[in-house]
């Protein structure tokens, strides 16, 4: 995911400008573009071919975890692909990956004795931002939990069919659409670029790509006119209402011929995540070498998608019942 921000960010190479210039011999000066889409290439194909051949290698010991896109398929088949069935499959599931995880790792779990790097689903920065406003305001996550007990009563884990009776749980996702956009909305720019003493001004303008807030007639997310005191986390800004809520996700995502099509996928990934998370789990701010907790610092990334920088944050289990309720689905998805 990195590589594509890089990559989309436009004029930041010049042969997307003039494709000939692909064909320069590797050893040119300036033609160090070549050596990087190589490498983009090779993280692309290991990236996509990889997820594939583990599913593969894993369907008989049961490691493989069902219903998945390539374990379903592979089921059903018995593992006997036509070789342009399976070209499908793999480069359909990258696509389907590469829309909701960023390949980014990041050190987010922590217990008492061990560290690990976890890569999670995405929208990957908006759900590092959940985390992150979560250590910052654990009143919010109270509240947040709080509805979801009232509501499942400990008897089992959230399902997408829950939303509809979490209005605050709702109200939390899209605050963190609206806090940290993951996919910075945008403004025109130009960028100057000199071949053979030649000055060429090329003048550009995506959609939702910025590197500083702007407003645009009065409607972004950080407009203190709309939203007052922006820069706050604050769920209960949308007094609830729905309508409120659609504001901000139809300028994260988009809307009308411009929506983004993978806009339920990812708000299904991104509910899932964030209501078993607080249905299970307490995220609580990391430990410092004297065993206080602290708030840890972190950056934002420019480009395409903005992504925070590493942060540490413990994750501990609520009660030894939602610890039940997370194996019992573990151990139906290896029956």
């Not at 692309?44 to 493989?64: S, V």
């Not at 389907?96 to 990041?106: E, K, S």
């Not at 929208?123 to 947040?144: C, E, G, S, V, W």
């Not at 000055?199 to 407009?223: A, E, Q, R, T, W």
Request: net charge neutral; proline share 7%.
């Amino acid at each position: 995911m990195v590589d594509f921000s890089t990559a989309a960010v436009p004029g930041n190479f010049l042969a997307n400008f003039f494709p000939a210039l692909k064909y320069l011999p590797r050893w040119m000066p300036g033609a160090g573009f070549l050596k990087k889409a190589e490498e983009w290439g090779k993280n692309q194909y290991d990236a996509t071919w990889i997820p594939y051949k583990w599913t593969e290698e894993h369907m008989a010991t049961g490691e493989t975890y069902l219903p998945s896109l390539v374990g379903s398929v592979l089921h059903e088949t018995g593992g006997n692909l036509p070789p342009g069935e399976k070209h499908s499959l793999v480069w359909s599931t990258g696509a389907v990956l590469g829309g909701g995880l960023d390949t980014v790792r990041y050190k987010l779990f922590e217990n008492i004795s061990t560290r690990a790097n976890y890569c999670l689903p995405q929208n990957m920065a908006t759900i590092l931002n959940f985390f992150y406003a979560m250590i910052l305001h654990p009143d919010i996550q109270r509240k947040a939990q709080a509805e979801i007990d009232a509501l499942l009563r400990n008897q089992r884990l959230p399902t997408l069919t829950d939303r509809s009776s979490l209005p605050y749980i709702r109200a939390l996702v899209t605050e963190v659409y609206r806090w940290r956009t993951a996919g910075p909305l945008g403004r025109a720019y130009h960028r100057p670029i000199f071949l053979d003493s030649i000055l060429i001004v090329i003048y550009l303008g995506v959609p939702h790509s910025l590197n500083k807030d702007d407003v645009y007639n009065g409607h972004m997310l950080h407009d203190p006119n709309i939203y007052p005191d922006p820069m706050t986390f604050n769920p209960e800004r949308y007094k609830g209402l729905d309508t409120e809520m659609k504001k901000v996700t139809d300028l994260a995502f988009g809307f009308g011929r411009r929506a983004c099509p993978g806009y339920h996928f990812a708000q299904g990934t991104i509910y899932s995540i964030v209501m078993t998370t607080l249905a299970t789990c307490d995220i609580l701010p990391p430990l410092a070498a004297d065993g206080k907790e602290y708030i840890p610092e972190t950056e934002y990334s420019s480009g395409t998608i903005s992504l925070p920088s590493r942060f540490d944050v413990r994750i501990k289990s609520r009660s030894l019942r939602a610890q039940e309720l997370l194996n019992d689905v573990l151990s139906k998805e290896r029956m």
